[in-house]
């Protein structure tokens, strides 16, 4: 076997088999270039403290036929040998369809003591056509971030009609898939099942809003569901704000093949000699100790390296969406600053409905592309509102939705040409609108400068909330003329181009993904953004479940937990399920009682102490709600010296509550720590006694009990190591 970092090898630099491993602290992915030269995956799974051990794996298996003897490629080309389903598909420019890739080299590169990457070059022996397959691996946090770049110089262009990103392969007895599936304000409902032989496909045809049916993250669990802590369990996602298409195939030997990428629907990709096409990334992680590392793994690595600032602070704020929709004046907003002020949150955020003047944003019929202030509501523009949010000291945010336009609006009348929309059909609409054709650069720097004219008249702003209401329906772009069959990638490529742009000029401002609510949550965007709205569905039962399944694949830093007037539990118990995230408030604060303003003010500042724990701490799942009928979870620190648990009912029939101890987790057994109950209602009293000192070997063991009950639906606790 050869063992290579850092260097370059060739096909020809060695009879023996290379064994290619992509190691991290408890993960190896194992490549092995088989004599006639296909690149396979031999391994995934938990690393062996033997590397010299990888290359024995394949002759332990007892499967049967490998017919075409790439069952197990890592990245299987179509129209050659192959039976089953292909990662790349190509007619090349004499019209042939077929595919063969070869292995030639590969290197690793060390881009810092913790992220490595791995390129492999691939090559058909017949054509001028090449791919790279690119695996970038994040050694602490168990992530790998998989990728390829396809080149060729053909006489012509070659068309990619499929150009995954990653094929995956994973050995078990069984595997079991959790996806995802939802609607407007049904986001992250899980469906757990077996997987069986054949195909099962998660995609989106949407275009924008991509997420709304079914978002690309899915775990598999291999030979039985994983449970939070125990059992092998990948988790993967595409960084892709569009379609997107994951194939699951149980193939005839009973391995499992994963191959995610863009979605080729209606998609074949016209590419020219000499031109490189470079796929989105493929992230995972693997477990062999459950959902919950796995979930601790991804949201370290996003972090440390994938959302804007994920190190760093963010800001709580009041919106004013629900307290006042599209009515508002310069009168009604100074209050809601003085409000923003006396609630004690960093910032007020300015939704919909402040601009338009032709087509005024009273209703969502109209104004959407017309982006200047409304003079009826804010005669003296968005920078009067920023200077009053500087005298009462908050700082001031505001929605956009740059990406589309109503058919009611200045833009629409002025560039036709600019609408996604079938010349010859009829309009469609979604939300009445439509979507902006950002495939076309003149697009581009328009969406770019609704932002950049923002920050030119207010270079205080603050905040941006980027929303994205439409999916696209009749997709047809005016500018790509007969490569239309570009436009699905090119839409997005146009996005990032404007997102790229705008954090090149603007890197730190807090910016949040929303879609409708989470019709867009994917690391594709969130590299451009701080936070993301994860549902219009604020009902705090539901946003318990919602939260929690994001959770999985999503940090708490980024989710953006608003209290509104959805539902029917009390203040309290809305503010305990938003503190799962970041804070933030929705509701007319005018209307708020003496005590429940009281207590509002001082979970701010309770929120306030505890927040680095919930931004950047450890979080584990203790108690699910759908299981039990308290939800359970806490965030640790990294000396685990201090952790919050946040506890809620979850089911309200006659005397459920927590009749058993909770068992935490993330604690040092050998620590002793003391817990307290905060975020107590105004004048209300705790039933814990916060003198007691516990070990955390018992509350690991025997667990603690939160005193869930119907007098109280929810509970949040401080643990404190006691020194003695
Ligand atoms: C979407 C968002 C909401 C709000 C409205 C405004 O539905 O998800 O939070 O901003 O648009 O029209």
């Given amino acids: 076997m050869l063992c290579i970092t850092g260097l370059l090898v060739t096909a020809s630099a060695s009879a023996q088999t290379v064994t290619i491993p992509v190691e991290t602290a408890q993960t190896a992915i194992v490549l092995q270039v088989a004599p006639n030269k296909d690149l396979n995956t031999i391994y995934l799974g938990k690393k062996l403290s033997d590397p010299g051990e990888y290359g024995g794996i394949p002759g332990v298996y007892r499967q049967g036929n490998n017919y075409s003897g790439m069952f197990n490629s890592a990245y299987t080309p179509a129209g050659s040998r192959n039976l089953l389903e292909p990662a790349i598909a190509v007619t090349h420019a004499d019209g042939n369809n077929s595919l063969d890739l070869k292995y030639v080299s590969h290197s690793v590169k060390r881009i810092s003591d913790n992220i490595s990457l791995l390129s492999i070059r691939l090559r058909d022996p017949v054509y001028d056509f090449e791919v790279t397959l690119n695996y970038k691996s994040y050694y602490h946090e168990d992530v790998i971030e998989q990728w390829s770049i396809i080149e060729h110089h053909e006489k012509g262009s070659v068309t990619l009609q499929k150009f995954a990103s990653a094929n995956i392969n994973l050995k078990a007895g069984s595997y079991w898939l959790r996806q995802y599936h939802g609607?407007?304000?049904?986001?992250?409902?899980?469906?757990?099942?077996?997987?069986?032989h054949g195909i099962k496909t998660l995609d989106s045809k949407l275009g924008t809003r991509a997420d709304l049916f079914m978002p690309s993250v899915f775990m598999v669990s291999l030979n039985h569901p994983a449970t939070e802590d125990e059992g092998s369990v990948l988790f993967g996602s595409l960084e892709w704000s569009g379609n997107f298409k994951t194939d699951m195939e149980v193939d005839p030997q009973d391995n499992l093949r994963i191959i995610s990428g863009i979605n080729n629907y209606a998609s074949p990709y016209q590419l020219g000699a000499g031109q490189a096409f470079e796929t989105p990334a493929f992230v995972y992680t693997f477990s062999a100790d459950g959902k919950g590392k796995a979930s601790?793994?991804?949201?370290?690595?996003?972090?440390?390296?994938?959302?804007?600032?994920?190190?760093?602070?963010?800001?709580?704020?009041?919106?004013?969406?629900?307290?006042?929709y599209f009515d508002f004046n310069e009168a009604k907003l100074r209050e809601l600053l003085k409000n923003t002020k006396k609630l004690g949150v960093d910032l007020f955020l300015l939704d919909d409905g402040w601009f338009g003047n032709t087509y005024p944003r009273n209703d969502d019929h109209a104004g959407l592309g017309d982006w200047q202030e409304n003079r009826k509501k804010l005669p003296n523009g968005i920078a009067a509102i920023a200077r009053e949010a500087q005298r009462d000291s908050v700082k001031f945010g505001i929605w956009i939705e740059a990406e589309m336009v109503n058919p009611k609006s200045e833009l629409y009348s002025k560039h036709p040409d600019w609408v996604i929309k079938q010349p010859k059909r009829e309009e469609y609409y979604f939300r009445n609108q439509l979507v902006l054709d950002l495939s076309n650069p003149q697009v581009q720097d328009f969406v770019y400068h609704i932002v950049d004219s923002l920050f030119i008249k207010d270079p205080a702003l603050a905040f941006i909330k980027w929303d994205c209401n439409a999916v696209i329906y009749n997709a047809y772009s005016v500018h790509l003329h007969q490569n239309q069959s570009q436009f699905y990638v090119e839409y997005v490529r146009g996005l990032y181009k404007v997102l790229q742009r705008i954090r090149t000029k603007y890197p730190d401002v807090p910016m949040m993904l929303c879609s409708g609510g989470g019709g867009r949550v994917d690391y594709g965007a969130l590299q451009y953004f701080t936070e993301f709205w994860p549902s219009d569905n604020t009902d705090p039962l539901e946003r318990i479940f919602i939260q929690w399944e994001y959770s999985y694949f999503y940090p708490a830093l980024a989710s953006a937990n608003h209290v509104t007037d959805w539902g029917k539990q009390p203040l309290k118990f809305r503010v305990d399920v938003a503190m799962m995230g970041k804070l933030g408030f929705d509701i007319v604060v005018d209307k708020l009682s003496g005590n429940d303003l009281k207590f509002c003010q001082h979970a701010i500042s309770t929120y306030n102490d505890i927040k680095p724990l919930i931004w950047q701490g450890g979080q584990y799942r203790l108690s699910d709600p759908r299981t039990e009928s308290v939800a359970?979870?806490?965030?640790?620190?990294?000396?685990?010296?201090?952790?919050?648990?946040?506890?809620y009912l979850v089911n309200y029939r006659y005397e459920e509550g927590s009749q058993r101890p909770i068992l935490l987790k993330g604690l040092d057994s050998n620590k002793k720590y003391k817990i307290t109950e905060i975020n107590l209602y105004t004048g209300s009293t705790s039933a814990i006694n916060g003198t007691k000192v516990y070990s955390g070997d018992f509350l690991a063991t025997v667990g603690f009990n939160p005193e869930v009950s119907a007098g109280r639906t929810s509970v949040v606790l401080q643990i404190d190591e006691v020194k003695n």
């Fill in 183 to 196: 609607d407007w304000a049904k986001e992250m409902r899980p469906e757990e099942t077996q997987l069986s």
């Fill in 296 to 324: 601790r793994n991804l949201q370290s690595w996003a972090r440390n390296y994938k959302l804007v600032d994920g190190k760093g602070t963010r800001m709580t704020l009041l919106n004013n969406w629900e307290s006042t």
């Fill in 632 to 647: 359970s979870l806490m965030y640790v620190n990294t000396d685990r010296s201090s952790a919050v648990m946040l506890s």
